[in-house]
């Protein structure tokens, strides 16, 4: 250790220059005296071949002893491979947060980095454009049965099989397909959570085959003439958006599955030929669609709300 070299009476008696004044006590500990008089201990080291510099305070705020000491402890962390301006970050960091939870407590919220935290987060950006009803019923149920049982623990700290108790509880009251429909739910929050940095993996990908199989059902069916008609007319008289109500009115002429409707593009529609054309993604095969006059109409009034 290199030998110490100043004194409260040396740091004291030396006066302010038109340039910067080191004074150095060795074991690259320094005082640095600037020309408007401040006073502020630095040291120097070096980790992974690069050299640094950290601040150890102001003098005499900082005593003489108590920068050696400071400089002793950080020279400890850079023997042991540990690069102090990191540490210092890090607590700097944890200080912060701690402050911002204190201040989100107060205010009736949830922690930083907690599940209600992330998932808040995720339902104002990924939720917005979603119907009012269903980001209701989405919200509703993680409200009902995830909240209150993780809302302010970290999401990095919940694991597979704390989630699967509760969702568990859903099921065991008889509720399986909102089990899992609320798991699906978790599972978005978690990858919401990973893209953003808050948590390392997707904790729900463990929970796949854990709950009961959902029964499956027939899809409701008009079969009877007179509720065709019914139906019929409640598409002429939906009051939604414009580019939905056309799609109502041509799913009875067209009978394409849903999906294709909802990801039909004008480019693939020919007025001159009277055909929809597109690929069916699962055999890769052309679909071609006959566009009868009315569809033909109900798409000629649909265009000048979309263009092409």
């Keep these: 250790m290199a030998k110490e070299l100043l004194?409260?009476?040396?740091?004291?008696?030396?006066?302010?220059?038109?340039?910067?004044?080191?004074?150095?006590?060795?074991?690259?500990?320094?005082l640095l005296i600037k020309p408007n008089n401040s006073r502020m201990w630095r040291v120097d080291y070096s980790i992974n071949t690069k050299r640094k510099t950290l601040s150890l305070g102001a003098y005499p705020l900082v005593s003489l002893s108590n920068a050696r000491s400071k400089a002793f402890k950080l020279?400890?962390?850079v023997l042991n491979g540990v690069d102090p301006s990191i540490v210092r970050k890090e607590t700097k960091d944890k200080e912060i947060k701690h402050k911002l939870n204190e201040d989100r407590a107060n205010s009736g919220l949830t922690p930083i980095g907690s599940f209600k935290h992330?998932?808040?987060?995720?339902?104002?950006?990924?939720?917005?454009?979603?119907?009012?009803?269903?980001?209701?019923?989405?919200?509703?149920?993680?409200?009902?049965?995830?909240?209150?049982f993780i809302a302010n623990k970290q999401i990095k700290d919940i694991t597979a099989q704390e989630l699967l108790v509760i969702i568990q509880k859903i099921e065991d009251r008889g509720a399986i397909e909102s089990a899992h429909r609320t798991l699906r739910t978790c599972s978005q929050i978690?990858?919401?959570?990973?893209?953003?940095?808050?948590?390392?993996?997707?904790?729900?990908?463990?929970?796949?085959?854990?709950?009961?199989?959902?029964?499956?059902?027939?899809f409701s069916a008009i079969t009877d003439p007179k509720q065709l008609k019914g139906l019929l007319a409640s598409i002429d008289t939906f009051s939604g958006s414009k580019v939905v109500h056309t799609a109502l009115k041509l799913a009875p002429h067209v009978f394409v599955r849903p999906i294709e409707l909802r990801t039909a593009k004008w480019?693939?529609?020919?007025?001159?030929t009277k055909e929809w054309r597109y690929l069916v993604t699962k055999t890769k095969t052309e679909h071609i669609v006959p566009l009868s006059k009315q569809v033909i109409l109900i798409l000629k009034e649909l265009e000048p709300y979309t263009g092409r």
Excluded at 9 to 19: A, N
Excluded at 122 to 141: C, F, H, I, P, T
Excluded at 191 to 210: E, H, Q, W
């Design 267 to 272: 480019k693939d529609i020919s007025f001159d």
């Design 190 to 218: 978690f990858r919401y959570g990973i893209v953003t940095g808050r948590v390392d993996n997707d904790i729900t990908l463990a929970l796949k085959g854990a709950l009961s199989a959902v029964k499956a059902g027939h």
């Design 75 to 77: 020279k400890q962390l």
């Design 118 to 148: 992330i998932a808040d987060e995720w339902y104002e950006k990924k939720m917005q454009l979603m119907a009012d009803s269903y980001k209701g019923r989405v919200y509703s149920r993680l409200e009902r049965d995830i909240f209150p």
């Design 7 to 30: 004194t409260d009476q040396l740091i004291r008696s030396t006066k302010p220059k038109v340039k910067n004044i080191r004074l150095s006590d060795g074991n690259s500990l320094y």
